[in-house]
């Protein structure tokens, strides 16, 4: 089992940043693909980016495409999320994913664990 607990979320002004934490227990996650999602009221959860469990490489959601950063530390069991110049139509709760799949995938289904999240809200 791996246990996964976001951190770093808050309240930040359009055009601000936030780095997001995602720290993993129980198992460490160097041979996990990790993704991150979020979910806005009323909508459903939708990808975000993810990253290999080398770190090597990465895909994006066209939305945050140039604006987040994903990373990993597997020395550290963590995986980052850097988000810059952020929309209120970034405001969401965000959630951390460990996949034990190799392959790339942006659906929420293909991942096997599941952190609890941390909201984040961009004002205008």
């Known amino acids: 089992q791996v246990q996964l607990v976001e951190s770093g979320g808050g309240l930040v002004q359009a055009g601000g940043s936030l780095r997001l934490s995602c720290t993993a227990s129980?198992?460490?996650?160097?041979?996990?693909?990790m993704g991150w999602f979020r979910q806005a009221p009323g909508k459903e959860r939708e990808f975000v980016a993810t990253?290999?469990?080398?770190?090597?490489?990465?895909h994006y959601a066209d939305s945050v495409k140039g604006r987040f950063t994903i990373s990993r530390d597997n020395a550290k069991n963590t995986v980052y999320l850097q988000m810059n110049s952020l929309k209120p139509e970034d405001t969401a709760f965000y959630y951390c994913a460990a996949s034990r799949r190799v392959y790339y995938s942006g659906s929420p289904d293909e991942y096997d664990y599941w952190g609890q999240g941390t909201q984040v809200t961009v004002s205008s």
């Open positions: 990253i290999s469990w080398s770190g090597g490489t990465t």
């Open positions: 129980g198992r460490t996650i160097n041979t996990y693909r």
